[in-house]
């Protein structure tokens, strides 16, 4: 690219030149820079009393900041932190909280709105102008830093001795690779964690709540249940992350409610208890608990990012971001009637990922 | 010998007749003040309401560190498992992380605790809306043209250190809300082709959500990217110092001066004031209004959530963008591609991000332009980089509204399905309808600056000649204002001459050229000029009525 590519013959510097010499009310260029205008004085350049007037008022306001600061540690030490009120369009408020925030938030205000009243009142307002140097380096500097850099660069051989300026950037090359080899403790290697949970053959489900063991006849149509596996507390330091992968929720279908191929239906009806079927809570967008259950529709949603699962269609989805069924975990019942589970789920539950294939 | 008798040591006659203190004397001595400040302790600044936008983001990060030290106090970076027993009853007994019941307590039991609290979260949304602004400011003016690219990417590298450090920060007290947070960053990690599953077990110890995450990310927090972000600024205001702020148009401005008006004493009270006005309205928010309230959500638990979850307002395009994608995947080869999280959470904002680091190197590239300007644009001036700002900013807006669906949906009863699909069609239609009236509005300013330099200012004054003709007086602008309304350059289309020469060689970087020739037909091509000849024949015309 070149200058020649630059349209500068409009600019207005260079579209002045000779006019119109009949016109004499318009000046050669008539949209050249006229200058900076003359400075026209306040009120407080021109009345004493209003100077004067002017400085009280900033000294008022730094008197304010001077009492909302002392007023801050005041109510700090004299109003207690437990003390709650209701005001309305506050809603509840911490007492101390509001009374520190009021205090400091005016004493902040005070100083700032006298430094600014200071600087327009009193401080000068005549525009100063000073010039602006390219950017660019003068040739001098430029020729002098060249020639310099050049005989440091001489003077180090580094172009003398080519073994030693390839063994450097070699050795400069390997240098940044520690920084992620020694990371590699900062995990475990995923293996094939993310394909199983705690569900395992006779596995029960008990109510997260209550710790009591699930049973057909605490689930009925239109009901949600969660559930947990029953070993999830064995482990208190892994609780959690198996809670992440493991959690189910227990919905009842009646087998008339059921849809999609003859196949699927009685998978999805083989995998129940009297309809009583579990499915994956996390969904499998990016892993949030699904929660909003739809009893007329059995559609299941998810409030994180709306994908909305039809548990009647095998988990199907049928809106939303998210790609693929809720997986659902084959249950029974054990000699006692509590609800178990009969393997663990067939599938990973929860967000994709590269190697879930 | 005692000090005070040193020579050198603060003796007043070294600096010959000006009188110095001691004091200063002692400093110049060993830092050489007096000849590193001189040029700075009158140094002009122009002043313009939208060159605070700025100083808004640099105070209200003073106020972040001030009341982010304060937190950290108290604040226990740890998933270690306790039970609660602190003054929040509602809670008792309730099994938690330590992170969240020291939140609670810094919330409950920490005199000023809350209030640290809530300046440190409203200042930190005050930072990232100030930093945005104040970027958009940039971009319409053209102040990031050259000399200013450098700083151009400071400034969009602290914009996304901002957005790091925010949702770092919004994390840390691992409660219900950001905790769910937590678990879509990590769905969206898992997404990275080949890497993702690695990525995301090195990052959180293992399995989510771990034991180790939010100590790492406390480190992060306030260690790292604070540390990035304190050189960061510093570069970007030395070079503000050093490449002096541009200006505005008008009498007396030019490219090649500063005008404006003194660091002492103007510009330092007035930037100083700021700050502290800037200071006292977060801690009015902070008195006065209730920002995340953490003991509302409850402590984080994998298997639970609630109805309505938002992040903070500037995650709120990432989750309008995770909401609007609609549901592809790929499984090929035995591997899974999940285009329904990669795109919207990875894609989009790297094409985004990267369109908005590039801008000013591309601008540069189609204009052909590598004179400095110090100048500011009007944005009217530039229709077409308006346009093209104003279409960003619509696609950035459908995506944050997206993100806020349900609420909308909720709010105004609507079927959140059909406002998604009308935010799938918005998101193309929106910023394309936006660029189309944005250019269309400028040129008709552009029009209109135009025809008040040819025939001047309409006064409202209505004159009714004796043939009964009523018309309207207008004055003409004074040589100020007519200066400031002509002082910018029109930017006119790259004109190609001939691909061959008269041999018939292709011009080498023909293709290259071709396509800055259409790039710049496109933005150029609508241009309003107003010329002297206009100008001066419209003046005769007026001459002989």
């Given at each position: 690219?070149?200058?020649?590519?630059?349209e500068?013959?409009?600019?207005?510097e260079?579209?002045?030149g000779?006019?119109?010499?009949?016109v004499?009310?318009v000046a050669?260029?008539?949209?050249?820079?006229?200058?900076?205008?003359?400075?026209?004085?306040r009120?407080?350049?021109?009345?004493?009393r209003?100077?004067?007037?002017?400085?009280r008022?900033?000294?008022l306001?730094?008197?304010?900041?001077?009492?909302g600061?002392?007023?801050s540690?005041?109510?700090?030490?004299?109003?207690?932190?437990?003390?709650?009120?209701?005001?309305t369009g506050l809603?509840?408020?911490?007492?101390?909280?509001?009374?520190?925030g009021?205090?400091?938030?005016?004493a902040?205000l005070?100083?700032?709105?006298?430094?600014?009243?200071?600087?327009?009142?009193?401080m000068t307002?005549?525009?100063l102008v000073?010039?602006?140097?390219p950017m660019?380096?003068?040739?001098e500097?430029?020729?002098?830093?060249?020639?310099?850099?050049?005989q440091?660069?001489a003077?180090?051989?580094?172009?003398?001795?080519?073994?030693i300026?390839?063994?450097?950037?070699?050795?400069?090359?390997v240098?940044?690779?520690p920084?992620?080899?020694?990371?590699?403790?900062?995990?475990?290697m995923?293996?094939?964690?993310?394909?199983?949970?705690?569900?395992?053959?006779?596995?029960?489900?008990?109510?997260?709540n209550?710790?009591q063991?699930?049973?057909?006849?605490d689930?009925?149509?239109?009901?949600?249940?969660l559930?947990?596996?029953?070993?999830?507390?064995?482990?208190?330091d892994?609780?959690?992350?198996?809670?992440?992968?493991?959690?189910?929720?227990?919905?009842r279908?009646?087998?008339?409610?059921?849809?999609?191929?003859?196949?699927q239906?009685?998978?999805?009806?083989?995998?129940?208890?009297d309809?009583v079927m579990?499915?994956?809570k996390i969904?499998?967008h990016?892993?949030?608990?699904?929660?909003l259950?739809e009893?007329?529709?059995?559609?299941m949603?998810?409030?994180c990012?709306?994908s909305?699962?039809?548990?009647?269609?095998?988990?199907k989805?049928?809106?939303?971001?998210?790609?693929?069924?809720?997986?659902?975990l084959?249950?029974?019942?054990d000699?006692?009637?509590?609800?178990v589970?009969?393997?663990?789920?067939?599938?990973?539950?929860?967000?994709?990922?590269?190697?879930?294939? | 010998?005692?000090?005070?008798t040193?020579?050198?040591?603060?003796?007043a006659?070294e600096?010959?007749d000006?009188k110095?203190?001691?004091?200063?004397?002692?400093?110049?001595?060993?830092?050489?003040?007096?000849?590193?400040?001189k040029?700075?302790i009158?140094?002009?600044f122009?002043?313009?309401?939208?060159?605070?936008?700025?100083?808004?983001?640099?105070f209200?990060?003073?106020l972040?560190?001030?009341?982010?030290?304060?937190?950290?106090?108290?604040?226990?970076?740890?998933m270690?498992?306790?039970?609660?027993?602190?003054?929040y009853?509602?809670?008792?007994g309730?099994?938690?992380?330590?992170?969240?019941?020291?939140?609670?307590?810094?919330?409950?039991?920490?005199?000023a605790g809350?209030?640290?609290?809530?300046?440190h979260?409203w200042?930190?949304l005050?930072?990232?809306?100030?930093?945005?602004?104040?970027?958009l400011?940039?971009f319409?003016?053209?102040a990031?043209r050259?000399?200013r690219e450098?700083?151009?990417?400071?400034?969009?590298?602290?914009?996304v250190?901002?957005?790091?450090?925010?949702f770092?920060?919004?994390?840390?007290?691992?409660?219900?809300?950001?905790?769910?947070?937590l678990?879509?960053?990590?769905?969206?990690?898992?997404?990275?082709?080949?890497?993702?599953?690695?990525?995301?077990?090195f990052?959180?110890g293992?399995?989510?959500?771990?034991?180790?995450?939010?100590p790492?990310?406390?480190?992060?927090?306030?260690?790292l990217?604070?540390?990035?972000?304190v050189?960061?600024?510093t570069?970007?205001?030395i070079?503000?110092?050093?490449?002096?702020?541009t200006?505005?148009a008008?009498?007396?401005?030019?490219?090649?001066?500063?005008?404006?008006?003194?660091?002492l004493?103007?510009?330092?009270?007035?930037?100083?004031?700021?700050m502290?006005?800037?200071?006292g309205?977060v801690?009015?928010?902070?008195?006065?209004?209730?920002?995340?309230?953490?003991?509302?959500?409850?402590p984080?638990?994998?298997d639970?959530?609630?109805?309505g979850?938002?992040?903070?307002?500037?995650?709120?395009?990432l989750e309008?963008s995770?909401?609007?994608?609609?549901?592809?995947?790929?499984?090929?080869?035995?591997?899974t591609?999940?285009?329904?999280?990669?795109i919207?959470s990875?894609?989009?904002?790297?094409?985004?991000f990267?369109?908005?680091?590039v801008?000013p190197?591309l601008?540069?590239?189609?204009?052909?332009d590598?004179r400095?300007?110090?100048?500011?644009?009007?944005?009217?001036?530039?229709?077409s980089?308006?346009?093209?700002?104003?279409g960003?900013?619509t696609?950035?807006?459908?995506?944050?509204?997206?993100g806020g669906?349900?609420?909308i949906?909720?709010?105004f009863?609507l079927?959140?399905?059909?406002?998604?699909?009308?935010?799938?069609?918005l998101?193309?239609?929106?910023p394309?309808?936006a660029?189309?009236?944005?250019?269309r509005?400028?040129?008709?300013l552009?029009?209109r600056?135009?025809?008040?330099?040819?025939?001047?200012?309409?006064?409202?004054?209505i004159?009714?000649?004796l043939?009964?003709?009523?018309?309207e007086?207008h004055?003409?602008l004074?040589?100020?204002?007519?200066?400031?309304?002509t002082?910018?350059?029109?930017?006119?289309?790259?004109?190609?001459?001939?691909a061959?020469?008269?041999?018939?060689v292709?011009?080498?970087?023909?293709?290259?050229?071709?396509?800055?020739?259409?790039?710049?037909?496109?933005?150029?091509?609508?241009?309003?000029?107003?010329t002297?000849?206009?100008?001066?024949?419209?003046?005769?015309?007026?001459?002989?009525?």
């Amino acid at each position: 690219m070149t200058d020649r590519d630059m349209e500068t013959d409009h600019l207005p510097e260079n579209t002045g030149g000779a006019g119109h010499g009949a016109v004499t009310t318009v000046a050669e260029d008539p949209f050249q820079d006229p200058g900076l205008p003359a400075h026209r004085p306040r009120v407080t350049d021109l009345d004493p009393r209003a100077a004067k007037r002017a400085e009280r008022q900033v000294a008022l306001l730094f008197m304010i900041a001077v009492v909302g600061v002392i007023g801050s540690m005041v109510c700090y030490t004299f109003v207690p932190n437990t003390k709650v009120h209701r005001f309305t369009g506050l809603g509840t408020v911490n007492m101390n909280n509001l009374a520190l925030g009021l205090c400091l938030g005016f004493a902040f205000l005070a100083l700032g709105c006298g430094a600014i009243h200071w600087a327009r009142t009193l401080m000068t307002d005549v525009d100063l102008v000073q010039e602006r140097h390219p950017m660019k380096s003068d040739p001098e500097s430029t020729a002098f830093a060249v020639s310099e850099f050049k005989q440091g660069v001489a003077d180090s051989g580094f172009t003398k001795y080519p073994l030693i300026r390839r063994s450097l950037l070699t050795a400069m090359m390997v240098l940044p690779l520690p920084a992620v080899w020694l990371l590699r403790d900062l995990g475990p290697m995923p293996k094939d964690a993310l394909r199983h949970t705690l569900w395992a053959p006779g596995m029960k489900l008990v109510n997260p709540n209550t710790g009591q063991p699930l049973r057909v006849s605490d689930v009925t149509v239109g009901t949600l249940a969660l559930a947990n596996p029953a070993n999830l507390n064995d482990d208190p330091d892994e609780r959690i992350d198996n809670l992440a992968k493991a959690a189910v929720l227990v919905v009842r279908l009646p087998q008339e409610a059921l849809k999609g191929s003859e196949a699927q239906k009685k998978k999805q009806w083989d995998w129940s208890v009297d309809g009583v079927m579990a499915f994956s809570k996390i969904c499998t967008h990016v892993g949030c608990p699904v929660a909003l259950y739809e009893q007329q529709t059995h559609h299941m949603l998810c409030p994180c990012h709306q994908s909305t699962f039809d548990l009647s269609d095998d988990g199907k989805v049928i809106f939303g971001p998210a790609a693929r069924s809720l997986p659902q975990l084959p249950i029974t019942v054990d000699a006692d009637g509590n609800l178990v589970a009969v393997s663990d789920f067939r599938e990973p539950v929860g967000p994709s990922f590269w190697e879930r294939g | 010998m005692s000090a005070t008798t040193a020579p050198g040591a603060g003796a007043a006659g070294e600096y010959g007749d000006v009188k110095t203190d001691p004091v200063s004397n002692w400093a110049d001595e060993r830092l050489g003040i007096y000849k590193g400040s001189k040029n700075l302790i009158r140094k002009v600044f122009p002043d313009h309401w939208s060159f605070l936008l700025g100083e808004i983001a640099l105070f209200s990060f003073i106020l972040i560190l001030l009341s982010g030290v304060f937190l950290t106090l108290w604040f226990n970076p740890s998933m270690g498992e306790v039970e609660y027993h602190g003054s929040y009853l509602p809670l008792d007994g309730v099994s938690m992380s330590q992170a969240y019941a020291s939140t609670l307590n810094i919330s409950f039991d920490v005199r000023a605790g809350l209030l640290m609290r809530q300046v440190h979260h409203w200042a930190a949304l005050i930072f990232l809306m100030a930093i945005m602004v104040h970027m958009l400011r940039i971009f319409f003016t053209g102040a990031f043209r050259k000399p200013r690219e450098i700083n151009w990417l400071i400034g969009f590298t602290l914009m996304v250190l901002g957005l790091l450090e925010g949702f770092a920060g919004y994390s840390l007290p691992d409660d219900l809300l950001s905790g769910t947070g937590l678990r879509i960053a990590s769905g969206v990690i898992l997404s990275i082709p080949i890497v993702g599953t690695y990525v995301s077990y090195f990052l959180f110890g293992g399995n989510f959500p771990g034991h180790d995450f939010i100590p790492r990310l406390f480190t992060i927090h306030v260690l790292l990217i604070p540390a990035l972000i304190v050189g960061l600024v510093t570069a970007h205001l030395i070079l503000v110092f050093v490449q002096k702020h541009t200006q505005w148009a008008g009498p007396g401005k030019t490219n090649d001066n500063v005008v404006g008006l003194p660091l002492l004493p103007v510009y330092t009270a007035k930037a100083g004031g700021f700050m502290f006005v800037i200071f006292g309205v977060v801690f009015l928010l902070a008195g006065l209004v209730q920002i995340n309230p953490i003991w509302a959500y409850g402590p984080y638990t994998p298997d639970q959530i609630s109805a309505g979850s938002q992040p903070d307002w500037y995650i709120g395009f990432l989750e309008g963008s995770l909401r609007m994608m609609p549901n592809w995947e790929w499984n090929i080869w035995g591997h899974t591609l999940s285009f329904n999280v990669l795109i919207p959470s990875l894609v989009v904002p790297g094409i985004l991000f990267t369109a908005l680091a590039v801008w000013p190197f591309l601008e540069q590239w189609i204009t052909g332009d590598k004179r400095e300007h110090h100048i500011l644009d009007r944005p009217r001036n530039r229709p077409s980089r308006t346009a093209i700002g104003v279409g960003g900013i619509t696609f950035y807006g459908v995506l944050w509204l997206a993100g806020g669906n349900d609420l909308i949906a909720t709010h105004f009863h609507l079927s959140v399905e059909a406002l998604t699909w009308t935010f799938r069609v918005l998101i193309f239609l929106g910023p394309a309808l936006a660029y189309w009236c944005t250019k269309r509005i400028a040129l008709g300013l552009q029009r209109r600056d135009k025809d008040k330099v040819l025939h001047g200012r309409e006064t409202g004054i209505i004159k009714v000649s004796l043939e009964g003709e009523f018309t309207e007086v207008h004055e003409p602008l004074s040589a100020g204002e007519r200066y400031r309304l002509t002082a910018h350059e029109v930017q006119k289309p790259l004109e190609l001459g001939p691909a061959t020469d008269e041999n018939g060689v292709e011009r080498p970087g023909n293709r290259a050229l071709k396509l800055r020739a259409k790039a710049s037909k496109a933005m150029f091509s609508d241009h309003v000029e107003t010329t002297v000849e206009e100008y001066k024949e419209i003046e005769a015309g007026h001459g002989h009525h």
